[in-house]
């Protein structure tokens, strides 16, 4: 069954996320990604006759806690539909769109850590926290994650949940421990180094003069972006304190304006409440901390989803004496008024053109090898309906991975691309068994990534399981 057959939507509390058809060269040779296993998570799926209600849990994010252990983020929901919705009406949707836009009635919900072995079992559960209720904070690019620090007794494991901008920590047993009041009013990446004896918790963010009265998706779109006092801090776990990176925005704009160039070479002015700062998960083969660095060239930079503009990215290493040698990567977002999407690639050089009204809603960075390392870029947009507007709760997406060999991008490939997804499930794929990829879930592995899939059999075509594809990049 080919993964087109079975989605093109996906839904998240309302938000309909819309599949991009674009056109990108096919990859040659060899598959790009090859499937590796098959996780079937064994979390009950209960519905109640009586009221209408299902309880359902679903993986949110996943990181490989051993060679046959993860440990997973997931969500807990008791719900059902609005009683007044239209039967005809979802069956219709379902059949013909892949989603159903019925209102849905949440009636509990929660964020919890569970340890799932290599096939899904679980064999540890956390109780769902009164505090931790939703996922995403408003600010674009900010997910809760689950963290994994086994050496420490004071926290082994943990939830970063930015909405409540906490560290939720937990024991061997998944019993909860405590919480720490994160610092920060915007939580980006976080970061987690081991130096033999104890873990350092890095979060990146920002903290500013005055907090910003946010409280929803849509006062994170208006917010007009300040310049931040902070951009993350330092939690060293065994003895619960915080310090501030050493990072000195005064210093580091000019340095960044310094270097910026456009997709056409010329110079550009950077929108000091733009930079936005992220980790690399992991260090490089010479024990360095890598980050990426973006930036806006804007003449009108008052939200950070809606402007015309360019977002510029930059590498540098971080150090405690602050970062280190910075370098332009050639690669660009530049959003602008369109309805499309588009393209360029040119000698290692990437320009991707988007609506004017877009974000990045998930951004992850990696080492790959020697003077190698791959972004995945989770590109939220908006394109205007027949009136003029937008749509409040419907976004298209473009994920996409691109590998640098240094400063050029050896390689852009779209990971919602059915050429490239359907080639890389045949491995699991075996039998009367088939696995349909939907969406990336997080990177895994040095080279292996989780997607949300549904699997099935032949001899049920119309019944499918959710399920979770470990994917390995050849790179």
Known sequence: MQRSDVLRRASLRGIVILSVVLALPAAAGEPVLVGKELLVPSFPHTVSPATGETKDWKILRLTRAGEKRYLALVEYSRWRLDRWADKDRMAREREQEGVVTAKMEVREGGLTLAILTDRGKITQQAAVRPEAQDSLSPYPGSHSLPLLMEQSERCPYAILHPFSSSLLCYDYQLAFKEKHDIPLHEIGTPRVTFDGVAHTLWIFGKRYAQRPEVRSFEDAYRMVPQGAEAYGVRFRVQDASWEPLPIDGALLLPELERLARSPGGGRVRLAPASVQITPFRDMDE??????????????????????????????????????????????????????????????????????????????????LAERRFGVVLDLWFKVRQSDGTYHPNRWSSLPLLAVFAGTSVARLVRLDDDTVLDAAVRPLSRGNRWVAPVKLVDRVGKYDFAFWALCGSAQHPRQSDRCLAIMTLRD
């Open 286 to 367: 010479a024990g360095e901390f890598g980050v990426l660095i973006e930036a806006v060239a804007s003449e009108r930079f008052q939200s950070p989803v809606a402007f015309a503009g360019t977002r510029h990215f930059f590498r540098s290493r971080l150090s405690a004496e602050g970062l280190g040698t910075i370098e332009q990567l050639p690669f660009w977002i530049v959003q602008e008024e369109r309805d499309d999407v588009r393209i360029h690639e040119d000698g290692g050089t990437t320009v991707v053109h988007l609506s004017g009204f877009a974000k990045i809603q998930d951004l992850q960075v990696f080492v």
